[in-house]
């Protein structure tokens, strides 16, 4: 009877050890699969950046090389240029196991930049008459409260003091999520997803509605259509705005944070509407023409407009600003120094995103920022 005991307790002893090595070994199993996961996709990603990397040193390489180029006007930047020719929307490249897709350079100074609503001219900051009221144009042609334009200044200038329909420190402080506003330029042009440019005075819910502005402003930043291309949701169609004069664009691919005293070139806008920013009272027709003119330079042709003073002169353009001195137009140009190289690698279900901003300076070329979010979002 003893010994039949004592075999029954070494078999279960037996058992346990054995049950105890199988868990450890399963384990060790599943641990060991995890690491080889894990550095499976962290390799997979190093990868993935050592091809978007190779793809901006080759921008860089590629808008340092159109520098040097001899061109009839070699200190200017328009559609005909070597870089804006070079495109991989459609094409696709295979580096290692990964695609390189949607290679595309684009010039910043194209859009408007919205630190140049600050003039640092003077010995005090003041707002800039001029890129104020091309601003508050922009914001009627996308059907925006002009009130941005002045929460806009507000964010940005050093003081604390509210400049119009703008908001302070007071404004954003008194939120559910509070913060305080930078008051220095902005580093992103997505920075207006934080700002109130509605009146807080008489709003029994202000919370409400910074939240829903906040949103309306983030969709028209960011929604997009299939065809990549910016488009604003149904909702906005403020009664104060005739959906006849809202062009089908929005901020997202209308502004830029660079630099200020960054001017625009109006050989390389990113749309009619900046045009029509630029040139109170241009009509949506003219606007086109100009944009489809300017666009349309065959490679290695000279853009349309040699010099800033050309595009001022035009008949076109002389017209309707004939009234509005030098002083109080909106910054212009013919050359650009910030480019935005947008690429993106995929393998598999592995998609990474780079957005680089590129500055040019004669033929030598830096990084001025990067980000990896969203495709074209900086």
Do not use: C
Not at 26 to 55: C, K, P
Not at 85 to 109: C, P, S, W
């Amino acid at each position: 009877m003893s010994h039949n005991r004592q075999t029954g307790i070494a078999l279960i002893t037996v058992l346990l050890i054995l049950s105890l090595a199988t868990v450890v070994a399963v384990s060790m199993t599943t641990r060991q699969q995890l690491d080889i996961r894990r550095t499976s996709n962290i390799l997979q990603i190093e990868e993935a950046y050592t091809v978007l990397f190779a793809a901006e040193e080759f921008a860089r390489a590629m808008l340092s090389y159109d520098a040097t180029q001899t061109k009839t006007l070699s200190n200017t930047d328009g559609a005909g240029d070597y870089w804006n020719d070079y495109r991989l929307e459609t094409a696709v490249k295979t580096v290692g196991n990964f695609k390189l897709i949607d290679f595309y350079i684009e010039d910043l100074q194209g859009r408007f930049n919205i630190n140049n609503l600050l003039d640092t001219s003077g010995a005090a900051q003041a707002v800039s008459r001029a890129n104020h009221a091309g601003f508050l144009n922009l914001l009627r042609r996308v059907g925006l409260p002009e009130t941005l334009a002045d929460a806009v200044y507000d964010w940005i200038d050093s003081n604390t003091d509210r400049y119009n329909d703008g908001a302070e420190d007071d404004a954003y402080s008194a939120l559910e999520k509070s913060y305080l506003t930078p008051n220095m330029p902005m580093s992103s042009a997505s920075e207006i997803n934080r700002l109130m440019e509605v009146h807080l005075s008489g709003q029994d819910d202000y919370d409400n509605v910074h939240r829903a502005r906040r949103k309306l402003i983030r969709d028209l930043l960011y929604k997009e259509d299939k065809n990549r291309s910016l488009v604003p949701p149904s909702a906005v169609s403020p009664s104060t705005v005739s959906p006849s004069t809202v062009s089908p664009v929005t901020l997202g691919n209308l502004l830029v944070a660079l630099p200020q005293g960054t001017p625009i070139n109006v050989n390389t806008v990113t749309s009619p509407v900046i045009y029509q920013m630029i040139v109170p009272g241009l009509k949506n027709q003219a606007a086109r023409d100009l944009y489809n003119t300017t666009q349309g330079v065959a490679y290695e042709q000279d853009p349309e407009f040699e010099t800033a003073l050309a595009f001022w002169t035009d008949p076109l353009i002389s017209s309707f600003m004939t009234d509005i001195p030098l002083a109080d137009r909106v910054l212009i140009s013919v050359n650009s120094h910030y480019f935005l190289l947008t690429a993106k690698a995929i393998n598999g279900d592995l998609v990474v995103y780079l957005n680089t901003i590129l500055y040019r300076d004669g033929s030598t070329v830096k990084v001025f920022r990067r980000s990896y979010g969203k495709l074209g979002e900086i």
